[in-house]
């Protein structure tokens, strides 16, 4: 298989590590995640990784508490999900680096894009913890500043449906996919790629979105390598 882009930023979503649990880190389902990215590495792909923290908590669903501090607590949720995947990873043999928007250097690196970026070019998988560091933002906009900043030929949106449909496929049995869209068909038709935010950095910067299924973590390779799957947003 032959790499289609030279660097990608991969969005995880937090769920995606519980595996069949509500909750928590199913280890044996992030070796299964974290295969493919090592095979990418290999492959020379630079690699950075965005993960949500969505399966321990989301701050918007937080009820009555102020919505900063929530927001602030997703973030620790986030380094938790990544410390987890540089875990995977170093055990396959892969060199991490996660660097976090907010200072905690007994446990990584505080976020500073020239460092990012020199490890990417260094062949190390780069993971960024915390989000954009600020509350009210999403880690779907953090993986598009992200992107932004490091150069990332595409993003990469590993979630829990196939791709993107015109409503929800779970609640409608015939709801259709699409196979490609424009980010301003995503704004216009409010359809739940991202939050509008993260979609309007995308559109701003030109940078290509991939929506596909994590559920058979062996697309990430496909991905990569320019397969046809997923629903492709530019």
């Known amino acids: 298989m032959q790499p289609k882009y030279k660097r ?56 009555q508490m102020d919505r900063t501090r929530a927001d602030h607590m997703g973030m620790l949720a986030t380094v938790i999900n990544a410390l987890g995947v540089a875990e995977i990873l170093e055990q396959m043999g892969v060199i991490c680096r996660v660097q976090t928007a907010m200072a905690m250097p007994q446990i990584a690196e505080l976020y500073v894009r020239n460092k990012a970026v020199r490890h990417l070019e260094k062949g190390r998988v780069t993971i960024f913890g915390c989000g954009t560091g600020n509350p009210f933002f999403s880690t779907d906009t953090a993986a598009a500043l992200r992107a932004a900043e490091i150069g990332a030929d595409i993003i990469l949106k590993a979630t829990m449906v196939d791709g993107v449909y ?42 290509p979105l991939l929506v596909f299924s994590i559920e058979q973590p062996g697309n990430i390779t496909k991905a990569v390598c320019g397969e046809k799957i997923g629903t492709l947003v530019k």
């Open 166 to 207: 015109d409503s929800d496929p779970k609640k409608n049995p015939s709801a259709a996919k699409y196979e490609t869209l424009s980010f301003q068909e995503v704004l216009s038709q409010n359809l739940q790629v991202m939050d509008s935010t993260a979609a309007s950095l995308c559109k701003d910067n030109q940078i």
């Open 8 to 63: 990608v930023l991969l969005k995880l979503s937090g769920e995606s590590l519980a595996g069949d649990g509500s909750s928590g880190i199913n280890f044996d389902v992030l070796q299964e995640i974290c295969e493919p990215i090592r095979a990418c590495v290999d492959m020379g792909v630079e690699m950075g990784i965005v993960v949500g923290g969505g399966n321990f908590w989301r701050g918007r669903s937080s009820g």
